[in-house]
């Protein structure tokens, strides 16, 4: 009788350790997804609200004297979409970035787990050689006339 298991890496764990954690930064994008990513990393910054605001502020007496619907207007069309698209692109990069934080970790985390992992099976192939070793030397024990040891 002998202990007959072999591990089988699962082949993602090759790929994975080739890869490394996932990132944007390498990524294809052409000239036109560069002049978005642009427009986007200048429209989402807390200056472009402020720039807004003060561009919409500048209308605002204008729709002071022009009645309720000039004012709703002026709120809704160009305070709310001008200052509070940069705010909301503003909140959503610091999102994006902590997202980003989190999956490196787990990256890294998963990484740990594997590594530990690999210390078990190689553990385990040592217990297995020595139970093995045991299992034959007990075959030949009893092949050359010996008696096994109670129990076994």
Same mark, same amino acid.
């Given at each position: 009788?002998?202990?007959?298991?072999?591990?089988?890496? %699962?082949?993602?764990?090759?790929?994975?350790?080739? $890869?490394?954690?996932?990132?944007?930064?390498?990524?294809?994008?052409?000239?036109? =997804?560069?002049?978005?990513?642009?427009?986007?990393?200048?429209?989402? $910054?807390?200056?472009?609200?402020? !720039?807004?605001?003060?561009?919409?502020?500048?209308?605002?007496?204008?729709?002071?004297?022009? =009645?309720?619907?000039?004012?709703?207007?002026?709120?809704?069309? $160009?305070?709310?979409?001008?200052?509070?698209?940069?705010?909301?692109?503003?909140?959503?990069?610091?999102?994006?970035?902590?997202?980003?934080?989190?999956?490196?970790?787990?990256?890294?985390?998963?990484?740990?787990?594997? %590594?530990?992992?690999?210390?078990?099976? !190689? %553990?385990?192939?040592?217990?297995?050689?020595?139970?093995?070793?045991?299992?034959?030397?007990?075959?030949?024990?009893?092949?050359?006339? =010996?008696?096994?040891?109670? =129990?076994?």
């Amino acid at each position: 009788m002998r202990v007959q298991f072999e591990h089988q890496p %699962h082949p993602r764990i090759a790929e994975r350790t080739r $890869t490394g954690p996932p990132t944007s930064a390498g990524e294809a994008v052409g000239i036109n =997804g560069r002049i978005a990513l642009l427009l986007t990393t200048a429209v989402g $910054t807390m200056w472009c609200a402020y !720039a807004f605001a003060g561009l919409a502020l500048v209308v605002l007496p204008e729709a002071l004297g022009g =009645g309720v619907l000039l004012l709703v207007q002026w709120i809704s069309q $160009t305070f709310i979409q001008l200052v509070m698209l940069s705010v909301i692109m503003v909140g959503q990069n610091i999102m994006g970035r902590a997202s980003d934080k989190r999956a490196v970790m787990t990256y890294k985390d998963a990484a740990a787990t594997f %590594h530990e992992t690999e210390q078990l099976q !190689a %553990h385990l192939k040592q217990q297995d050689e020595a139970i093995n070793a045991l299992l034959a030397k007990m075959e030949r024990m009893e092949a050359a006339g =010996g008696t096994a040891p109670a =129990g076994s």
